[in-house]
């Protein structure tokens, strides 16, 4: 018996066919629409969650650049002034494309302003980046430090004095300002320890625990107890002392050679010249014996991956009116002449120790005017002659006669920490 479907049913069954295969291909590309789009949503969560480490690499990179410059002082370590008046700096995050651009506010205190790009969902050659950006207020820390500053013992022996003084102001010989603050994060007895006679003319201040040690006639305090008394006067100590310390960063690769010059008529062994270049290198360890001299003019760097020494009677010298930034991959002895900072202005003068740099000591026969910024390093201090400034190492000895003198307009010595965090619109 033979069955035979009319043209009308085959029609039917051909339509249902169609609508069934539509709608099965509705439902599978609403399925693989509505998968990308989760695709989508969970990868640009994760981008969006990512700028958030991107733009604490940005804070961080501002607050290093803070605390080594302050905040007068910006125009270093490849930051460049804007039309804006604020520093900028661009630094890659990673491997994959992520970076952010980081702005400093040079005001007291700074603002930082930090925004992150993410790699998107849709990464390709053209700018499919997630953004997000935070603005980061600052303050001064309560305990900033002026003049001695150490992660270990801060120790004074052979009767030598620190006080403060402004060099916008001058230095007045036997007048003692009381803002100079030795002030050590260790929390061991003796943490700052007087002997000899030493005094302090401001704050001694040492981490929870430690304590500051006196013998003999040390004092510290105000000018009428340490003319009086011994030992140390009721609030000027404190055990609070929570000084954060970072790692001194190498300030380029590669820059000019130190060379012979001549400036003023005169011939020098080194001769670094802004004119000629404010960026320079020497590779290895450089030693100025006899009667070597290295003259520094307008406002120049000097990185030396290895150590610094200097003997017999040879010096370093900075002219009237210029500025030398030192940056030390190895160890430094500066003996002989020591460091002539013919301006007297120790904002002119800047020692930086790599953490590579463990060791400096200073007995050169000149007035020492600058500041060391040198986190790992020992530094002792024994020369004859005062030190204008301030000193900032792993753990700082000063002996014999020598006197040192914070000078308070070095905006450097101020240390400033996250005072709030917001995010604002990229």
Request: glycine share 12%; with cysteine; proline share 3%.
């Amino acid at each position: 018996m033979n069955i035979q479907l009319s043209k009308s049913n085959r029609g039917s069954v051909l339509l249902i066919s169609l609508v069934t295969a539509t709608i099965i291909l509705t439902s599978l590309a609403a399925y693989l629409i509505m998968i990308s789009n989760e695709r989508q949503s969970v990868t640009r969560s994760q981008a969006w969650s990512s700028c958030v480490p991107v733009m604490e690499a940005g804070v961080e990179e501002a607050m290093t650049q803070i605390h080594q410059c302050g905040y007068s002082n910006l125009g270093t370590n490849s930051w460049t002034l804007g039309s804006d008046g604020m520093y900028h700096k661009t630094r890659q995050v990673g491997t994959n494309g992520d970076y952010c651009m980081v702005s400093i506010v040079p005001a007291n205190p700074p603002v930082i302003y930090s925004e992150a790009f993410v790699v998107g969902p849709y990464y390709n050659s053209s700018n499919n980046y997630v953004k997000r950006e935070v603005r980061v207020a600052t303050k001064s820390s309560g305990a900033t430090g002026g003049g001695l500053v150490a992660k270990g013992s801060i120790t004074m022996k052979g009767g030598g004095t620190f006080d403060s003084y402004s060099s916008s102001v001058g230095y007045t010989p036997g007048v003692h300002g009381t803002n100079a603050i030795a002030i050590t994060d260790t929390n061991t007895a003796g943490a700052i320890s007087m002997s000899g006679g030493s005094s302090i003319y401001g704050m001694a201040i040492t981490g929870p625990g430690g304590t500051v040690s006196t013998s003999g006639n040390s004092a510290v305090g105000d000018t009428s107890w340490v003319a009086s008394s011994t030992g140390v006067e009721p609030g000027w100590s404190a055990t609070d002392a929570n000084v954060q310390f970072n790692d001194i960063s190498a300030p380029y690769t590669t820059g000019t050679s130190i060379s012979t010059g001549t400036y003023g008529g005169t011939n020098y062994t080194y001769l670094l010249n802004s004119a000629v270049s404010s960026q320079y290198y020497y590779s290895g360890n450089l030693s100025l014996n006899s009667s070597d001299v290295m003259m520094a003019v307008g406002n120049v760097t000097l990185y030396i991956t290895g150590s610094l020494s200097l003997n017999s009677h040879a010096y370093i010298a900075i002219a009237p009116g210029s500025s030398l930034k030192l940056y030390l991959g190895g160890n430094c002895q500066l003996n002989g002449g020591g460091v002539v900072n013919m301006s007297g202005i120790p904002a002119n003068f800047s020692l930086y120790g790599l953490p590579t740099c463990t060791s400096i000591s200073y007995g050169g026969g000149a007035s020492f005017q600058g500041t060391v910024n040198a986190p790992e390093a020992s530094f002792t201090y024994g020369a004859n002659s005062d030190a204008f400034g301030s000193f900032t190492a792993h753990d700082i000895t000063i002996s014999g006669q020598a006197s040192v003198h914070y000078d308070a307009a070095l905006g450097a010595a101020v240390v400033f920490t996250v005072a709030n965090w917001n995010e604002i619109a990229p």
